[in-house]
C-alpha cells in the first residue's frame, strides 16, 4: 500500500497501486511502428515549429500536446467503463501534480513516491507508475494501467490476485485533476520512468470495489454533464470519510467546516 490515512473518527486506507509489470519493446520494427502511429500529431506540430522530431522530447509533459493527450486518453476510457457511471467526473490537467510526478520521476526509484511528494493544495494525490526499456506512447501507457479491468468486477474486486489498483485508479470517479511526467533513466535496467499522479486520491480500501457509483451516465449531474462525464468538481477534500452521516447529525459550524470543508461547501457538486 502507498500510503495509509489516518481520519479521527474513521481510520480508512488508501491502497496504492503497485509497481506494475513492465512492458518492453521487443524489436526496432515494433518501435517504429508504434511512434510513427502514436506521435503523427505531436511530429506535424514539431515539424511546423521547425523542430526535428525527438522520440523521448515528444513525451515530455511540459507541451500541452502531451498534456491534453493524457487528459483526453483518460476521459476516453472513463466515458466506457462497464457498468457506466452516474458521477464519473471529467478529468482535467494539474501543473502542480505535475510538478511533483517530474520530481518524483526524475529520482528514477521505481518506486512510490512519498506523501510529501504527492501533495497539491487541498488534496494528497494518488499515483501510477509505468517502466520501458523504450520510449513508450502515454496512451499506451494509460491504456496498459487500464486494461486491468479484465481481473475487475465492479461491486465484486478483483477476481484473481492480480493487480487492479492501475485500473481502479484511472477510474475513480472523483480524482478529476491530474499531473504525468517522465525520466528517462539510464542506469536502471528500465530506462523510462512515467509517474501520473490523481487528485483527489483514489483507490480508497473499503470502496475499492466500487470506485464510482453505477447507473446512467451523468444521472448524478444532470446540469453538468458533458459527453457522459460530470464537470461540477468540488475543490475540496474531506478529511472524514463519514461526513454525509456527520452533516446529517450536526450543521456546519467551524469544526465541520474545517474536517468536512467538501461536503459543506460543495452543495451540488461532486465530491
Same mark, same amino acid.
Given at each position: 500500500?502507498?500510503?495509509?490515512?489516518?481520519?479521527?473518527?474513521?481510520?480508512?486506507?488508501?491502497?496504492?497501486?503497485?509497481?506494475?509489470?513492465?512492458?518492453?519493446?521487443?524489436?526496432?520494427?515494433?518501435?517504429?511502428?508504434?511512434?510513427?502511429?502514436?506521435?503523427?500529431?505531436?511530429?506535424?506540430?514539431?515539424?511546423?515549429?521547425?523542430?526535428?522530431?525527438?522520440?523521448?522530447?515528444?513525451?515530455?509533459?511540459?507541451?500541452?500536446?502531451?498534456?491534453?493527450?493524457?487528459?483526453?486518453?483518460?476521459?476516453?476510457?472513463?466515458?466506457?467503463?462497464?457498468?457506466?457511471?452516474?458521477?464519473?467526473?471529467?478529468?482535467?490537467?494539474?501543473?502542480?501534480?505535475?510538478?511533483?510526478?517530474?520530481? /518524483?520521476?526524475?529520482?528514477?526509484?521505481?518506486?512510490?513516491?512519498?506523501?510529501?511528494?504527492?501533495?497539491?493544495?487541498?488534496?494528497?494525490?494518488?499515483?501510477?507508475?509505468?517502466?520501458?526499456?523504450?520510449?513508450?506512447?502515454?496512451?499506451?501507457?494509460?491504456?496498459? /494501467?487500464?486494461?486491468?479491468?479484465?481481473?475487475?468486477?465492479?461491486?465484486?474486486?478483483?477476481?484473481?490476485?492480480?493487480?487492479?489498483?492501475?485500473?481502479?485508479?484511472?477510474?475513480?470517479?472523483?480524482?478529476?485533476?491530474?499531473?504525468?511526467?517522465?525520466?528517462?533513466?539510464?542506469?536502471?535496467?528500465?530506462?523510462?520512468?512515467?509517474?501520473?499522479?490523481?487528485?483527489?486520491?483514489?483507490?480508497?480500501?473499503?470502496?475499492?470495489?466500487?470506485?464510482?457509483?453505477?447507473?446512467?451516465?451523468?444521472?448524478?449531474?444532470?446540469?453538468?454533464?458533458?459527453?457522459?462525464?460530470?464537470?461540477?468538481?468540488?475543490?475540496?477534500?474531506?478529511?472524514?470519510?463519514?461526513?454525509?452521516?456527520?452533516?446529517?447529525?450536526?450543521?456546519?459550524?467551524?469544526?465541520?467546516?474545517?474536517?468536512?470543508?467538501?461536503?459543506?461547501?460543495?452543495?451540488?457538486?461532486?465530491?
Amino acid at each position: 500500500n502507498k500510503t495509509i490515512i489516518n481520519w479521527s473518527l474513521e481510520t480508512t486506507t488508501v491502497c496504492g497501486t503497485q509497481l506494475c509489470p513492465t512492458a518492453c519493446c521487443i524489436s526496432p520494427t515494433n518501435i517504429q511502428s508504434i511512434h510513427f502511429t502514436v506521435y503523427s500529431v505531436k511530429r506535424l506540430e514539431m515539424s511546423r515549429r521547425g523542430e526535428k522530431p525527438n522520440t523521448f522530447k515528444a513525451l515530455c509533459t511540459s507541451d500541452t500536446v502531451i498534456q491534453r493527450i493524457i487528459v483526453n486518453t483518460h476521459n476516453k476510457l472513463r466515458r466506457q467503463v462497464e457498468p457506466s457511471a452516474s458521477n464519473m467526473l471529467k478529468m482535467v490537467w494539474n501543473k502542480n501534480a505535475a510538478k511533483n510526478a517530474q520530481k /518524483w520521476a526524475e529520482t528514477c526509484s521505481m518506486e512510490h513516491s512519498t506523501d510529501q511528494n504527492s501533495t497539491i493544495p487541498r488534496f494528497l494525490c494518488g499515483e501510477n507508475l509505468y517502466m520501458s526499456s523504450c520510449p513508450t506512447p502515454w496512451p499506451r501507457v494509460v491504456q496498459a /494501467w487500464y486494461n486491468e479491468v479484465k481481473d475487475f468486477k465492479y461491486g465484486v474486486g478483483k477476481l484473481s490476485d492480480r493487480i487492479i489498483t492501475h485500473y481502479t485508479q484511472v477510474a475513480w470517479y472523483n480524482s478529476y485533476q491530474i499531473g504525468c511526467a517522465i525520466a528517462h533513466c539510464p542506469n536502471k535496467e528500465l530506462h523510462y520512468f512515467y509517474v501520473c499522479q490523481y487528485c483527489p486520491a483514489g483507490n480508497i480500501m473499503h470502496l475499492i470495489n466500487t470506485p464510482y457509483k453505477a447507473g446512467p451516465s451523468c444521472s448524478d449531474c444532470p446540469n453538468a454533464c458533458e459527453n457522459k462525464l460530470c464537470t461540477n468538481t468540488c475543490s475540496y477534500m474531506d478529511r472524514f470519510s463519514n461526513c454525509d452521516k456527520l452533516k446529517q447529525m450536526n450543521d456546519c459550524g467551524p469544526f465541520l467546516n474545517y474536517m468536512c470543508p467538501a461536503s459543506c461547501f460543495c452543495v451540488n457538486k461532486i465530491i
